[in-house]
């Protein structure tokens, strides 16, 4: 696997290749990302992975000085799963300059859910996604369903631009108590980490709720928050969404169940798609 630290680095290497599978990441890789990894190799001539944990995404009070960094583990994962070039840029070499050029995305689908609760997120999420697409020219880009609303959002995004890129959306990642694969759930303890699943276990009561007819859905997501507030969580949102937009819900429409929860010091994220 040959690393690039700059974009001529990167740009001088993917020079012969007019297909690359494409994963952005943050670091800190799990068999979530593994598999992206995995999903992509296949799609395109050549196989990149990206690691940059971008200042821009992260709230003045949030993690960005403490979010893990785990080079070498991270190095040794991708060359088992047979990636061809890790881009892995520090801030000046992606950002040499205040990057005062922002992409802005659709509010009617970006200051909902994880918008509403982290103001400007997805500008960050958006503005270094679009860098990394012009650095690295993919033909396929790979993402993990875990971040359901950031996958709809850089879609949104790539059609909205024209962009000649194909964006895969991969099946979320879990543990065999069902818990999503997350880079936080290393700052979970023994014992949050073994009431983590209940965000899923929540999920998964919304959906059977909807499978067995109930269609009060203002009801089932108040149960749903009462339910994980009981046991000592902090739920920022616990809704049912139409797939397509993640508008409220409508008779007859796909859904999705989402949910964000502060289990101590750490806030979860989860979703899961309902045919009922």
Known sequence: MLIARTVPELREFLGRYRRPAFVPTMGNLHEGHLALVQQARPLGDVTVASIFVNRLQFLPHEDFDTYPRTWDSDCEKLRSVGCDLLFAPDEHALYPEPQTCKVHPDPALANILEGHFRPAFFVGVCTVVMKLFACVQPRFALFGKKDYQQLMVIRHMVRQFALPIEIIGSETRRAEDGLALSSRNGYLS???????????????????????????????????????????????????????????????????????????????????????
């Open 190 to 276: 023994e014992a949050e980490r073994a009431e983590a699943v209940q965000l899923s276990k929540a999920l998964r009561a919304m959906a059977d709720a909807l499978r067995s007819g109930e269609r009060d859905f203002a009801a089932i997501e108040a149960r749903a928050m009462r339910s994980l507030d009981a046991r000592g969580w902090k739920p920022d949102y616990m809704l049912l969404r139409r797939r397509a937009d993640l508008q409220p819900p409508a008779p007859g429409q796909p859904l999705v169940a989402l949910g964000a929860a502060r289990l101590g010091m750490t806030r979860l994220i989860d979703n899961l798609e309902i045919d009922a």
